[in-house]
């Protein structure tokens, strides 16, 4: 059913009043004139303004050097070859060998000490006593068994400390009848001395290994 127009109703209510005699109906208030002196009604409060955002930095965060990992990772890599630790177990061995080789010379004109050449040279093998170490006892005849008459003797003893065991080594040298046995050249062995040591200090150092030991 449509609906009838307000204007219509009120129309059709003053004439039914005229009619019959009775009052019209009262015009309508709009909303606008109740409110009085017919003016709108004031408009709405402004909405708040938005709360102001501090913006914050972002963390820092601290670039990794790739570089210096690497780095890090290449020094625990290596490690010191097997072949290097022989080494090193004998650098002490040669230093004492060096220094006694190359060690301070008696001066022109004094006697030779075959103490002094043994102790400067020959101690840190045979022991200072002779008694043995990395070398053969010397000591209580035992050079002399070695270099007897039969094994060339005194002569044979002084061509030994000049040229060494390099020729001989895993051979016998000395008195092959030797009590004891011969002795054997073994690896390493006894050092040439003939170009560190002038021939009066080879020849005092081995009277001294033959009768003062």
Not at 40 to 58: F, I, Q, R, S
Not at 189 to 198: E, N
């Amino acid at each position: 059913m449509a609906e009838v127009p307000e204007h219509l109703l009120q129309r059709s209510a003053a004439r039914r009043a005229a009619l019959t005699g009775g009052e019209p109906p009262s015009a309508a208030v709009t909303p606008a004139e109740s409110s009085g002196g017919g003016t709108p009604a004031a408009a709405a409060a402004p909405a708040a303004a938005p709360a102001k955002v501090t913006p914050t930095e972002p963390a820092f965060v601290e670039p990794v050097n790739k570089a210096a990992f690497e780095r890090i990772a290449e020094v625990r890599r290596r490690r010191i070859p097997a072949w290097a630790m022989g080494v090193l177990a004998i650098v002490p061995l040669w230093g004492i060998l060096y220094v006694g080789a190359f060690g301070p010379r008696p001066v022109e004109g004094e006697a030779i000490s075959g103490s002094s050449v043994y102790g400067s040279t020959c101690a840190s093998c045979h022991g200072g006593t002779g008694a043995g170490g990395v070398g053969p006892k010397l000591s209580g005849g035992e050079a002399v068994k070695t270099f007897s008459d039969a094994g060339g003797g005194r002569d044979a003893h002084i061509q030994w400390v000049i040229t060494g065991s390099g020729g001989v080594k895993g051979k016998g040298y000395g008195d092959p009848d030797r009590e004891g046995g011969q002795h054997i050249a073994t690896t390493g062995g006894m050092p040439a001395f003939g170009g560190s040591l002038s021939q009066e200090e080879i020849d005092a150092v081995v009277d001294y290994e033959r009768d003062g030991l």
